[in-house]
């Protein structure tokens, strides 16, 4: 209760934020885009993690203006960096809201942006509780043009059957598995053979939280296609996201 009160203050004030990481393409390791990571700075907490205030913005109903929020500062943000696309999270909540397509486009449109420069993080979850709906959502997203990428890849109910029924870009593989990268075998099996099927599938992959360089080199020899992590780039404000990026060019 107290941090929901907070939080409906937060969202209303100056409190919260969006920090961008970098998601590089595996060849020359140059950024394609930045995924929107929300941070919250309470005056009276410190700060707080989104693992644990977007369940209780979801439990009290807040979840619909905290997304909004979210929605209109990546879109607003992203024009920064033309030509890159913004990876913005929907929790299972978010993504089932009536008319979740129509609201989307109307801001993207709203802030003069293109589909192409927006990707949707959705997790299995979302997608395999009403496997139906999710698949007609999902291609008329795709038909516009949005990316969409399957987050925390291997840690849901991955089914592979459904994965091919429905209209994917990437699967982003949880960082679990590449941390054990170059420690347990079990993790390298499981991270090439997730690899081998998004090839076979034409999808993309983004390794998530890539912190070393033999974890790189692994994951480069693998064929996985992007990569993001801490090796590449911390979550950072929107200006500094930027300003790497151009250095970088
Ligand atoms: O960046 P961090 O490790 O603190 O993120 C923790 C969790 O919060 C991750 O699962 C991430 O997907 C989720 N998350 C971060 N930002 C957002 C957001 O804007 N919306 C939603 N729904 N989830 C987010
Ligand atoms: O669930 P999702 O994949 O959206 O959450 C991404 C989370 O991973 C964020 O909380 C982000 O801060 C965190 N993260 C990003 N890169 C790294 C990394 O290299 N190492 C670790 N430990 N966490 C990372
Ligand atoms: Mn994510
Ligand atoms: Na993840």
Redesign the pocket.
Known sequence: QIIETGLRHAIAGDELAL?Y?PIVERNDLRTVGF?A?LRWNSPDHGPI???VFIPIAEESGLIDDLGEWVLNRALNDCRDWPGLFVSI?FSPRQFKRANFVEWLDAHVAQAQVTPGNVQI?I?ETAIFEDTEWAADVLRELHSKGYRIAL??FGTGYSSLFNIKNFSLNCL?I??SF??GLGHDKHSAAIVSSIVHLARALGLNIVA????TDEQCQMLRLTGCSHM????FG??AAAAQAAAAHADSL
């Not at 998530?208 to 912190?211: A, D, L, T």
């Not at 993001?228 to 090796?231: A, D, M, N, R």
């Open positions: 920090h990481q995924e990571l993690s989104p693992a999270n993080e997790t987050d925390d982003k949880d960082k590449i941390e998530e939280g890539v912190e993001q992590g801490f090796l911390k979550p």
